[in-house]
């Protein structure tokens, strides 16, 4: 079987809608970080930042050769609608679903989880990393 890569994705916005960003972290089947990936998202939502967080994940797994992927967030909206238990309604967040579900189509194996929002430190640490700098780089006109 070939190796697997465990994605720990988050996304938030600070005023949802607001400055948001997404953040994604990699890691191999025994742990070791591959991948961080941080994106500033400008104004945009929470569910936004979460689904822009999941294809970044994906793109880089796919970029780095993986072809077994596990998927981990907090965001129970993203993961149900993934999984197809709930219809993705909102405009906004159907072109990230497509363009998630098209990732997972170039893989052989996808599973997401839901998982508690302490479960995924690290994504989440990318996501306030990112807004924490855009915010220090925003005071400094």
Same mark, same amino acid.
Do not use: C
């Given at each position: 079987?070939?190796?697997?890569?465990?994605?720990?994705?988050?996304? &938030?916005? *600070?005023?949802?809608?607001?400055?948001?960003?997404? &953040?994604?972290?990699?890691?191999?089947?025994?742990?070791?970080?591959?991948?961080?990936?941080?994106?500033?998202?400008?104004?945009?939502?929470?569910?936004?930042?979460?689904?822009? &967080?999941?294809?970044?994940?994906?793109?880089?797994?796919?970029?780095? &050769?993986?072809?077994?992927?596990?998927?981990?967030?907090?965001?129970?909206?993203?993961?149900?609608?993934?999984?197809?238990?709930?219809?993705?309604?909102?405009?906004?967040?159907?072109?990230?679903?497509?363009?998630?579900?098209?990732?997972? *189509?170039?893989?052989?194996?996808?599973?997401?989880?839901?998982? *508690? *929002?302490?479960?995924?430190?690290?994504?989440?640490?990318?996501?306030?990393?990112?807004?924490?700098?855009?915010?220090?780089?925003?005071?400094?006109?």
């Amino acid at each position: 079987m070939e190796k697997l890569v465990k994605i720990y994705a988050d996304g &938030g916005s *600070r005023g949802n809608p607001g400055p948001a960003a997404s &953040g994604a972290v990699l890691y191999d089947e025994n742990n070791n970080a591959l991948a961080q990936i941080g994106t500033y998202l400008n104004d945009n939502t929470n569910n936004y930042a979460e689904y822009y &967080g999941l294809i970044t994940g994906l793109e880089k797994s796919i970029e780095l &050769g993986f072809k077994n992927v596990e998927v981990f967030m907090d965001s129970l909206l993203v993961v149900k609608q993934m999984t197809g238990e709930y219809k993705v309604k909102h405009p906004n967040l159907k072109p990230l679903f497509l363009k998630a579900i098209s990732l997972t *189509r170039q893989l052989d194996s996808f599973k997401i989880f839901h998982v *508690r *929002r302490e479960f995924n430190k690290e994504a989440d640490a990318v996501v306030n990393k990112v807004l924490d700098e855009e915010s220090l780089n925003n005071l400094k006109v």
